[in-house]
């Protein structure tokens, strides 16, 4: 482990370690201890500090509440065809999630597509780890989560809508393409982190209390009112996200989440095996002509590489496993405390 100004270097291995004692201090088995130690790694490895090592001493806070069940598993409610129903009991997200993404894998593999809808769970953290779950595994993946309600209406003051994330995933050679996105402009631990270290958003992230664009992440945080991407657009899509999520894991909606002490989210998952598909043999070729053209933008700061989506993922990952993970150290501080 090296020092640094505000961080320090955590090896993987130091890291699973220490979240993995942790759990198995706060009711988790060894497995399930393992496998989400892995996927609050994973996350944290790949450059998503926010939904993970920053987030972990929330989600035992959870865990020690009540609020996350440790030993609770989904249970299925409803099957019709390929597409399920389950409920997540309030368990742990990441594993709910990540049994979610497995089991509409399954019913891919059955038929070509499965849809998983998934009800009374909480936060999955990086909601892209279930697309590099599934597209690892040769599947197509799309999946969305509502969330409590934390951006307005486009054209509004309060709060109606969640910034609800969405993922999609696309197998590519051995590794993939992954979108994960939030409807906001900015994550909450996007705009967290930032605040921590002092710094300001790259670009306008939401409004302040006298309803001034600004990239102040204090401002935004206060005022509760986050820019949806894609202004107006964003706004609809997070109100349609929000409808499908109710009502294909027959789960709450964003305004029946909202004020209660925890989220009880509504997910959906879907997966589609695209072996099955009449053009599979030239899926890659396709791939690569469609990112050979992307790639040959014009771009306006000539140092500046054009990327496309989760191709960053993949030098952050050899970076911080060559060199350790950068961790904020009030935060690792925190962690090691628990």
Request: charged share 20%; net charge neutral.
């Amino acid at each position: 482990m090296s020092s640094g100004h505000l961080f320090i270097s955590v090896s993987r291995d130091e890291m699973l370690s220490e979240l993995g004692r942790i759990l198995l201090k706060n009711g988790f088995t060894s497995e399930r201890a393992v496998q989400c130690a892995e996927i609050f790694t994973s996350s944290s490895i790949d450059g998503v500090y926010t939904h993970g090592v920053n987030r972990f001493a929330k989600f035992v806070e959870y865990v020690q509440s009540g609020y996350v069940k440790s030993q609770a598993e989904p249970s299925l409610k409803n099957r019709s065809g390929n597409i399920e129903q389950w409920d997540g009991n309030l368990g742990p997200g990441p594993l709910n999630a990540s049994f979610a993404t497995d089991r509409a894998m399954q019913l891919a593999a059955e038929s070509g597509i499965g849809c998983v809808g998934l009800s009374n769970t909480n936060h999955w953290m990086r909601g892209g780890t279930y697309g590099w779950q599934a597209a690892k595994k040769g599947f197509v993946f799309v999946g969305f989560t509502n969330t409590i309600a934390n951006m307005p209406a486009w054209g509004a003051i309060d709060k109606r809508l969640g910034n609800n994330p969405l993922v999609i995933a696309i197998p590519f050679n051995d590794e993939a393409i992954v979108l994960d996105m939030a409807m906001s402009q900015y994550s909450f631990g996007a705009m967290e982190l930032a605040k921590m270290k002092n710094e300001k958003l790259s670009s306008n992230g939401g409004f302040d209390m006298d309803g001034n664009l600004t990239q102040d992440p204090s401002a935004i945080m206060e005022s509760g009112r986050l820019l949806p991407v894609g202004l107006w657009k964003g706004a609809g899509l997070s109100l349609l996200l929000d409808m499908l999520a109710a009502l294909l894991s027959g789960g709450l909606a964003t305004h029946q989440i909202t004020g209660k002490e925890t989220e009880y989210a509504s997910q959906v998952f879907i997966a589609i095996d695209i072996s099955k598909v009449n053009l599979s043999s030239s899926i890659t070729r396709v791939i690569e002509n469609i990112l050979n053209d992307y790639q040959h933008s014009i771009p306006i700061n000539n140092t500046k590489k054009i990327v496309y989506p989760g191709e960053g993922v993949l030098a952050t990952r050899k970076q911080n496993l060559q060199k350790g993970i950068p961790v904020l150290k009030e935060v690792w501080q925190t962690i090691i405390e628990l």
